[in-house]
Every structure is written in structure tokens, then in C-alpha cells.
């Protein structure tokens, strides 16, 4: 948190002490706005994880299409870059599984943020899901930086950031994939990354298939797996 405050603080002072051009008016506000949303996010990220630990809220599992979630979450991101192109690759029957529609739709936006952000030079990201067994397994794609392997297995603790040059240019939280990871243990599933440095990350979460309940019915339950 002190990272956005402190560059918030900076350049309003800047402006507070000094004689401001509009055009530096302008540029400066923006950076403070930037910071803002920054902060903002942070907070949210920190406080949502914090209510999961804590089991401090109630969840409606249901049953959901999740080709139906693919797309949705496809659409929300599909104009925020002209580099990058999403496409879903989901089975054309119906894949449904039982869980809380907005914590299962936080999961998916959390992965194609990261995956949008990871790829500056664009590229296609795929969204995708599959039957496999008794499991619904859903997956982000896409053509970006990459993970070192020494950080594959500390990707989902919360606050660590990959530390390197390129990522070093974005403005993550080190909370996205910590929460992720939370939610998708809250649903008795299990999360995984599949990375080469320098060609791209493969980010599946695998989901117990509903068991038959007709569509539409939910449960309002505290949780306390």
C-alpha cells in the first residue's frame, strides 16, 4: 500500500508547491489516478481475501453454464487492448458445475487481467473449458513473459510479484492469483500454472462437476470447509 501512496503524495505536493502548466496538470493527475485505482484494488483484493479466510460471508452455490462464464468474462475484456484477442475454446455441450457465480466470475476476471497484463506485446488468449472425469477444468492461455520456474511454486502466495525486469513495468498487487486460488479452494477445487519463461502461461482450475441438480437452484450457505 505504501508504493501508490507514496507516488499519490508526490505529486500532489509537486502540485500543492508549485506553479503547474495544464499540460502537466493533466499528466500529473493522471499518474494519481492511476495510483488511485491502484490502492483501490489493493484494498479490495486484501479484503475479499480476508473475509474468505475468515468465512466472514454467505455464498449462493448453484448450478452454472460455464461456457456461459467464458463468455461473459471474454466480452468484459474483449476491448480492453486492440493487441490481444480472446477466444473461447469451450465444449459445445453443456459443462456445469456448482458454485458461487460471483466468486467463480472474480476467478476468471483475476486470470485474464494477469494474462492481458503479462502480455505486452499482445497475442491471442484463449479461454477455455473440459470435461475430465468427474472434473470441469477451465483455462486462461496465453502468449506473454512467462514465469521463471523458481517461481512457479510461489506464484499463488499472496504479495510475491515475479521479480523481473519485465514484470516490473505492471502494477500488480501480488494479491490476483493468491485470491484466485482461495476461491477455487473454497469450491473443493484445485488451481495450477504451467509457464516457459519467455513463451507464455497456462493457468487451469480444475472444478467438481455438478452433480445433477437442476440449473437455477441455490443454496445460501456460510461455508466452513
Known amino acids: 500500500m505504501r508504493t501508490p501512496l507514496t507516488a499519490m503524495l508526490g505529486y500532489i505536493e509537486l502540485i500543492l508547491e508549485n506553479e503547474v502548466v495544464k499540460a502537466q496538470m493533466r499528466e500529473y493527475l493522471g499518474i ?18 480476508q473475509r474468505l479466510k475468515n468465512k466472514q460471508r454467505y455464498y449462493c452455490f448453484e448450478a452454472l453454464e460455464v461456457r456461459q462464464l467464458l463468455e461473459e468474462a471474454a466480452t468484459l475484456f474483449a476491448a480492453a487492448s486492440k493487441k490481444h484477442r480472446i477466444r473461447v475454446a469451450a465444449a459445445s455441450d453443456l459443462l456445469i458445475v456448482t458454485g458461487d ?20 506485446c499482445g497475442g491471442e488468449i484463449e ?5 475430465e472425469g468427474s472434473q470441469v477444468t477451465i483455462w486462461v492461455k496465453d502468449e506473454g513473459t512467462g514465469i521463471p520456474a523458481e517461481a512457479l511454486d510461489k506464484i499463488f502466495d499472496r504479495f510475491y510479484r515475479v521479480d523481473n525486469t519485465d514484470h516490473r513495468t505492471t502494477n500488480g498487487t501480488g494479491l490476483g492469483l493468491a485470491l484466485v486460488q482461495e476461491i477455487v479452494s473454497l469450491h473443493r477445487g484445485k488451481v495450477r500454472v504451467e509457464s516457459l519463461f519467455g513463451a507464455g502461461s497456462t493457468f487451469f482450475v480444475s472444478l467438481p462437476k455438478d452433480q445433477g441438480e437442476p440449473l437455477g437452484r441455490s443454496r445460501n450457505l456460510q461455508v466452513s470447509w
Do not use: W
Open 32 to 49: 494519481v489516478h492511476v495510483e488511485t485505482k491502484r490502492l483501490k484494488g489493493l484494498v479490495n483484493n486484501f479484503l475479499d481475501m
Open 101 to 120: 457465480e460471483k466468486c467463480l466470475r472474480q476467478v476468471l476476471i483475476n486470470l485474464l487481467s494477469n494474462a492481458l497484463k503479462y502480455s505486452p
Open 127 to 131: 479461454i477455455g473449458a473440459r470435461q
